[in-house]
């Protein structure tokens, strides 16, 4: 729990997710990069397939019982359905505009 709270603290966005930005492992995690993608600001992630401890205990952390999970200023966001309803209303960007572009 300490390492969960530790990353979302020290990461402005982090995506917990199954895979990596270049080879998501589910189709969720997969829309979920693509949306973090289009938006253009940096994210961390961390892939839960080779943190056994983080993937037990992050829907605890969050009470949120899927993946992924996007957590931005140390709140949780939601995951990918909710990801690509926020960027088709704009939201996300909007919850984003502080957090500077990608590089």
């Known amino acids: 729990m300490e390492i969960i ?7 402005p966005v982090v995506l917990y997710m199954k895979g990596s930005p270049q080879f998501p492992q589910c189709g ?12 253009g600001k ?13 993937r037990t205990n992050l829907p ?5 019982p ?3 999970q996007l957590w931005v200023k140390g ?6 359905d909710i990801l690509l309803e926020m960027q088709q209303n704009g ?3 909007e919850l ?3 957090i500077p572009e990608a590089q």
Do not use: H
Request: glycine share 6%; proline share 6%; net charge negative.
């Open 96 to 98: 984003l505009a502080d």
């Open 28 to 39: 969720f995690s997969a829309r979920a990069v693509e949306v973090m993608s289009d938006i």
């Open 42 to 54: 940096p994210f961390a992630y961390v892939n839960v397939l080779d943190a056994p401890e983080i």
């Open 66 to 68: 899927t993946f992924p």
């Open 5 to 11: 709270r530790q990353q979302v603290e020290q990461n």
């Open 75 to 80: 709140e949780l966001v939601g995951g990918s």
């Open 60 to 64: 605890k952390y969050g009470n949120w």
């Open 91 to 93: 939201e996300l960007a």
